[in-house]
């Protein structure tokens, strides 16, 4: 099974900064590596597929990079609603793990 | 718009089976994938399995001696049952509509609004 591994667990940061959580797979994943974002409460939504390409609707501060094992979900600006817990997903093999979540809090 | 919502009942007593619904509006269950997942209280995001509108599937080995998924294409929906759930089994389950691809991958794009599953005597 493919391991994915986040880091960090947990960020402060404030409005306006640039933030970067990495992902990291047990083994190489070309870039079937995807991101979501849950606020509380609510189902988790689809911010960027296949590393880097971005969901519809999805603001353009968001992006994605990596291939192989490492992997980077980078928000340029922070807006106030972006802060919540974001999940990696490799979307190589079943079973489809996620990573343990990274929860972006505001300083 | 794709839309999919999750049904059954909240509360399931230990040892017996969690049977879940997922009715699609907005397109058809046809020519798709279909997963649910799950998520502990406080914790992070576990797949289940998933189906394809024929009735394929593919299960967390994990779970697979546990889980049936099943669809029903009349209905625009599909299932899921638990077998023999613990206090483990407490989660907030999703369904989720499940991209994959050759280039793609796979990626969940649209889900549920999830059902909270409480295992408790």
């Known amino acids: 099974d493919i391991q994915m591994t986040q880091s960090p667990s947990s960020l402060s940061a404030s409005i306006g900064d640039r933030v970067t959580i990495t992902c990291r797979a047990s083994q190489s994943i070309s870039t079937y590596l995807n991101w979501y974002q849950q606020k509380p409460g609510k189902a988790p939504k689809l911010l960027i597929y296949?590393?880097?390409t971005l969901q519809s609707g999805v603001p353009s501060r968001f992006s994605g990079g990596g291939s192989g094992t490492d992997f980077t979900l980078t928000i340029s600006s922070l807006q106030p609603e972006d802060f919540a817990t974001y999940y990696c997903q490799q979307g190589f093999t079943t079973p489809n793990f996620f990573g343990q979540g990274t929860r972006l809090e505001i300083k | 718009q794709v839309q999919l919502q999750e049904s059954g009942p909240g509360l399931v007593k230990p040892s017996e089976t969690l049977s879940l619904a997922c009715s699609v509006s907005g397109g058809s269950i046809s020519n798709y994938y279909w997963s649910w997942i799950r998520q502990p209280p406080g914790k992070g995001l576990e797949w289940i399995g998933y189906i394809y509108y024929t009735g394929n599937t593919n299960y967390n080995p994990s779970l697979k001696s546990r889980v049936t998924i099943s669809v029903d294409t009349s209905k625009n929906q599909f299932s899921l049952k638990l077998s023999s759930v613990t206090a483990a089994d407490t989660a907030m389950y999703y369904c989720?509509?499940?991209?994959?691809?050759?280039?793609?991958?796979?990626?969940?794009?649209?889900w549920g609004q999830g059902i909270l599953v409480t295992v408790s005597s």
């Open positions: 989720a509509r499940h991209i994959y691809s050759r280039s793609s991958g796979v990626y969940f794009d649209f």
């Open positions: 296949v590393a880097s």
